[in-house]
């Protein structure tokens, strides 16, 4: 079985500046997906990134960067010049390759507040 | 193209009420899945279907009962709620090829059950 370790609750940052949140995981899996979606206080689940495993380039998505380490099994996003509209719970969420969708296992989250 | 909608946004049951939750996306995704978000838990899935006509038990299906309908809506069904089952409840969609995750999850705007 999986496991996905967001160990950072809250977080929070000014506007304008760089924050890095962190995520562990813990798989035997070589194939797999990683994600992170965003929560804003609207409840929509919106998807951030994606990185597949195998590729060895980091994803980036305008802002969002990941800093992916496989051999770490770590997976932190990066959120540069952070928009008051960055304010939302953060998951990430781990995916392997072939495996069935009950397999798609989700961190506890963290809340990151941006200051104005 | 509406996506996922969920129906109700809010309930407030008494113990021991039935109800059912209403999901439908217009996607044209063949998979759709039930999941509950609690504090510090993140989100764990309750029930899936890969297909129309197959569902699945996912990590926390006890209490609950589901209904793929047809290719759009995926029903949730709470028999005899229980204060345990206090939660937001997210159906997601997408479609699934050979591998497990083709596409990402796309969510629904939840539904914050409160069960008194």
């Known amino acids: 079985a999986q496991t996905v370790t967001q160990s950072q609750p809250e977080m929070s940052v000014q506007e304008a500046e760089t924050v890095t949140l962190s995520c562990t995981y813990d798989?035997?899996?070589?194939?797999?997906?990683l994600f992170w979606y965003k929560q804003p206080p609207s409840r929509q689940m919106i998807l951030v990134i994606r990185q597949e495993a195998y590729k060895q380039q980091n994803a980036t998505e305008n802002r969002f960067s990941v800093n992916f380490q496989k051999a770490a099994k770590s997976f932190s996003l990066k959120i540069s010049d952070s928009q008051l509209g960055d304010t939302a719970m953060y998951f990430c969420a781990f995916a392997p390759y072939s495996g069935s969708a009950r397999q798609l296992t989700f961190g506890s989250g963290t809340q990151l507040t941006v200051l104005p | 193209n509406a996506g996922v909608t969920q129906t109700p946004k809010f309930q407030v049951l008494k113990t021991g009420q039935s109800m059912t939750l209403q999901c439908a996306q217009d996607?044209?995704?063949?998979?759709m899945y039930w999941y509950r978000q609690d504090p510090g838990m993140g989100l764990r899935l309750i029930y899936y279907s890969a297909s129309e006509g197959t569902t699945d038990k996912g990590e926390v299906p006890n209490g609950y009962n589901v209904s793929r309908l047809n290719k759009r809506e995926f029903s949730l069904r709470l028999e005899s709620a229980a204060p345990s089952q206090t939660s937001v409840y997210f159906c997601a969609s997408n479609i699934r090829g050979q591998s497990s995750y083709n596409s990402p999850l796309h969510f629904g705007n939840g539904t914050r059950l409160t069960v008194t």
């Open positions: 996607m044209n995704h063949n998979s």
């Open positions: 798989t035997s899996e070589n194939n797999y997906y």
